[in-house]
């Protein structure tokens, strides 16, 4: 029996010792992913939609004074709309995002490609369309970015990334007032 006792005891201990190891294990590669996943921020504006031969309006309906997208590993969003990567190199980062509309010129479903492009020695932006047959092409709308990678930042403010306080300041930053409907559509879109 005193065999059988000293056997469990044992074989406990080297359980919890390996449990012990798990958890640690765990908590590291928790901890180093979520550093890894970190979110780089572009908040781009002063854009000019001059060369588009269309009104500024139209312009600034397709690509916001204020915009923001972030780049998340392989995915971008803008102003909280999901986008396709085709390029992510050392110069530039190219992608694009469908836009679904109607109307008589163009059909039913018909699409316009928003497609983006960033510079990443300038940061410069880029944005051009391709537009349905039987709409003039408008030309390219240029902008600023002004660029927060997470590899810059303290991992002190990488773990305040997607607190309410962070977003408040990037909504802050993009120009919206504060109260307004805008900036409480930034807020929601940062929070998804």
């Not at 403010?157 to 504060?178: P, R, V, W």
Request: hydrophobic residues 30%; proline residues 2%; aromatic residues 14%.
């Amino acid at each position: 029996m005193y065999y059988l006792n000293e056997i469990v005891g044992t074989l406990i201990n080297q359980n919890e010792a390996r449990l012990n190891k798990i958890f640690l294990i765990l908590i590291f590669i928790l901890f180093f992913s979520k550093i890894s996943h970190s979110k780089d921020y572009y908040y781009c504006k002063d854009f000019d939609y001059s060369v588009t031969g269309y009104p500024e309006k139209w312009g600034k309906s397709w690509v916001p004074e204020n915009l923001l997208f972030i780049k998340d590993e392989d995915r971008i969003t803008i102003n909280g709309i999901k986008t396709v990567i085709t390029e992510d190199s050392e110069k530039k980062i190219k992608f694009y995002r469908r836009v679904k509309h109607n109307s008589k010129k163009s059909g039913k479903n018909a699409y316009t490609i928003v497609k983006y492009i960033f510079f990443k020695t300038t940061d410069k932006l880029n944005v051009g369309f391709d537009l349905p047959s039987g709409f003039r092409n408008p030309g390219d709308i240029w902008g600023v970015c002004e660029v927060e990678l997470a590899s810059n930042k303290s991992s002190s403010q990488n773990s305040s990334l997607d607190s309410s306080n962070y977003n408040y300041e990037i909504c802050k930053k993009l120009g919206f007032k504060e109260r307004s409907s805008n900036f409480n559509k930034c807020l929601n879109n940062l929070s998804q």
